[in-house]
């Protein structure tokens, strides 16, 4: 068995986006800018938005962390995306989510100038990532990406499971691996709540990536010898041996899981930390307008 060491790589990557950020500053005067923009108080979600604003930080970025209340109007955050849209100081711009139920998420991803949008969620993206053109790839499916291009796995002709169908995990990565590039070129299976015997189908897989968002959901008899397994789950169990008080468990059962796998991520440190990275990228792609001009 082989881990895939997010922290080992997103390390190296963060060192090459600190480079070209300093780069970037001597040739603009500026830095690259990201704003996020957190709406109420989930845990989860003020934990993941300081830690973007953290990582800004390490690679010389400029960063923003809009704070709003729970009932703040959908029209007041759409007011605020035009503004945001609209200044040239800002490169990338997010709204973490989820966000409250009277606020409707499409019409908050699409408010987004799609040049700014380093989530990559905006329709213009996606459509531009599955015919294979310039533009931002969601975060989580391009560290992945990123990981399995650092490690120089060649994917082509595999069949890949991906377990899970969000907008912001499942269904992009199903849309990357099947592309014709490398890392891509694999057969891909989508599952998801519906599929019938995923058992069967995952035990298929020469890759699986588990984005289930259920604790140890992909276990060892579902795994076939020698499979690439990529954990994305983050599920958060309330613990009193641990400093912050939870503790972090993937969708995949490591222990048992990792004998039989060629390559796997571990959780904590694998997956999670290359979507900073893929963040990141975005942000710093955004300020060169090297994808859009
Ligand atoms: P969602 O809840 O949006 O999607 C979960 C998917 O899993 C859905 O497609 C759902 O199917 C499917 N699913 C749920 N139960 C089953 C089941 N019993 N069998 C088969 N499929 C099932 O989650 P996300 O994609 O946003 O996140 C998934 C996990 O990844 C979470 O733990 C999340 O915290 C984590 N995450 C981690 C990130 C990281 O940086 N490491 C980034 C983003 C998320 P259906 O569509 O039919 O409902």
Redesign the pocket.
């Known amino acids: 068995m082989n881990l895939l060491d997010g922290k080992h790589v997103s390390a190296k990557i963060r060192e090459n986006i600190k480079q070209e950020s300093a780069t970037f500053l001597a040739s603009t005067g500026r830095r690259p800018h990201l704003v996020a923009i957190l709406v109420g108080n989930d845990g989860?979600s003020e934990t993941?938005v300081a830690s973007k604003m953290r990582n800004c930080e390490l690679v010389g970025f400029e960063s923003t962390n809009i704070h709003y209340d729970v009932d703040i109007s959908e029209e007041a955050l759409l007011a605020k995306i035009d503004e945001l849209n609209a200044d040239p100081t800002v490169d990338g711009l997010i709204v973490q989510?989820p966000l409250p139920k009277h606020i409707n998420p499409e019409r908050v991803t699409e408010a987004i100038d799609h040049r700014k949008d380093v989530d990559g969620f905006h329709p213009v993206n996606l459509g531009r990532m599955q015919r294979n053109l310039p533009c931002f790839i969601p975060?989580?499916p391009y560290?992945i990406m990123l990981m399995l291009e650092y490690y120089g796995i060649d994917t082509a002709g595999m069949h890949a499971v991906v377990?899970?169908?969000?907008?912001?995990?499942?269904?992009p990565m199903s849309i990357l691996l099947a592309r014709n590039s490398n890392p891509g070129n694999c057969t891909v299976t989508l599952?998801?709540?519906?599929?019938k015997d995923?058992e069967n189908e995952v035990r298929r897989a020469d890759i699986v990536v588990?984005?289930?968002?259920?604790k140890h959901?992909i276990t060892a008899d579902m795994v076939k010898d020698g499979a690439i397994v990529i954990?994305?789950?983050?599920?958060?169990e309330v613990s009193d041996e641990t400093k912050s008080g939870y503790r972090l468990y993937?969708?995949v059962d490591f222990e048992q899981v990792a004998p039989k796998a060629s390559w796997i991520t571990p959780?904590p440190g694998?997956?999670?930390?290359?979507?900073?990275v893929g963040l990141l990228k975005n942000t710093l792609e955004a300020a060169k307008h090297s994808i859009y001009k």
Do not use: E
């Open positions: 989860a993941y989510l975060a989580t560290g377990v899970g169908r969000s907008n912001i995990v499942g269904s599952t998801h709540s519906r599929t995923i588990a984005a289930i968002g259920k959901f954990d994305v789950g983050i599920n958060r993937g969708d959780v694998g997956v999670g930390l290359m979507t900073i």
